[in-house]
């Protein structure tokens, strides 16, 4: 416990840090009349939809290393025609009570669309405060969604995101260390006592499993994701400028697998190259450098021949739990790889 609280301070530190600079951002936030962090962007039907966390105040709540500060309770689907048009808050999705299983804190989700139906996947924490991820259903993009009665079975840890291949085969990946439990789960067991990695020892890993054809269910057991350094090695938890924390995403460009994902701690968004959706996936370098605020969460769509970055920043409050979304281009190198972006003049 003593090295967690340790990292708690360094990270009090890190964000008094972040707040204290004087940098002018190149991107406003797509709403500013509710607080929205975790920006899951899709296009469907030719129109963007954003899913996102819906960031409260809570003022009894004290900031923790478990994250016990950001305590969501309901989603907002962001809808907008075009990068730069108006943005329409469509209004609450899907809401904490309406989730039979749920207890507290309703973090980062994504969606996806099949067979005539959208589906919304969620982390909870359940009633024994351990964090479990859900599907729910509509059959319109900006919901109401309605929760299926149970979680996934086999599903665990935080930040699902769902990636369709050209095959028509899709995948959940999910996970995340510190609050989001996945020091806790090993083999796909838990253990309530389960500890953070020493320095000198392998990272934790994200997961990844198949979805069955339902998209409401695994296929398969769930496995981990190999990111491996350009020598072929797993990083150590002392490469945590480099290693995998939370924020999963996949998406796919000229027939390679981008795997991006947040280092927490350090504050980079990372991303790793692959050849098939499993993996492994080499690193290759940082897509967003650290923003204002302690967290990095982003997404990667395509919108018509453009690539952009959905992101968030803590602009408008200044306090970490309370972030606002935000959108910039991302464009590739003639190798593939992706030009690092500063959210910042």
């Given at each position: 416990m003593k090295r967690i609280y340790t990292a708690l301070a360094l990270i009090g530190c890190s964000l008094t840090a972040f707040a204290q600079t004087n940098k002018t951002p190149k991107d406003k936030p797509l709403v500013s009349h509710i607080y929205t962090a975790d920006p899951s962007a899709h296009v469907f039907n030719g129109k963007i939809y954003i899913y996102p966390s819906?960031?409260?105040?809570?003022?009894?709540?004290?900031?923790?290393?478990?994250g016990g500060h950001f305590a969501m309770r309901d989603y907002h689907v962001l809808s907008m025609d075009k990068i730069g048009g108006p943005v329409k808050d469509n209004g609450v999705a899907l809401d904490i009570k309406d989730i039979p299983w749920a207890g507290r804190q309703l973090w980062a989700p994504d969606a996806t669309f099949k067979n005539g139906t959208y589906y919304l996947y969620f982390p909870v924490k359940d009633k024994q405060d351990v964090f479990r991820i859900g599907v729910a259903t509509s059959k319109k993009p900006t919901g109401p969604f309605k929760p299926e009665p149970e979680p996934i079975k086999g599903s665990y840890s935080i930040d699902p995101t769902v990636f369709q291949d050209t095959d028509g085969k899709a995948y959940l990946y999910f996970g995340g260390i510190w609050g989001g439990q996945l020091q806790r789960w090993s083999g796909n067991n838990y253990d309530p006592k389960g500890a953070l990695k020493k320095k000198d020892e392998v990272a934790y890993l994200p997961r990844v499993a198949r979805l069955s054809a339902d998209m409401k269910s695994f296929a398969e057991s769930v496995r981990e994701v190999q990111i491996l350094d350009k020598n072929g090695k797993p990083f150590l938890e002392n490469e945590n400028d480099k290693r995998f924390f939370e924020a999963a995403w996949l998406h796919k460009y000229k027939g390679k697998y981008y795997f991006s994902y947040s280092t927490g701690d350090t504050h980079n968004l990372c991303y790793a190259i692959g050849d098939n959706p499993y993996g492994p996936f080499t690193y290759q370098g940082i897509v967003l450098k650290p923003v204002l605020g302690w967290t990095n969460h982003h997404s990667i769509v395509q919108v018509s021949?453009?690539?952009?970055?959905?992101y968030h920043d803590v602009q408008l409050s200044g306090k970490t739990h309370l972030r606002n979304v935000k959108v910039t281009e991302l464009t590739y190198n003639p190798d593939g790889t992706i030009k690092p972006i500063?959210?910042?003049k």
């Open positions: 819906h960031d409260v105040d809570v003022k009894d709540v004290k900031e923790d290393d478990e021949n453009k690539w952009y970055l959905f500063d959210a910042y």
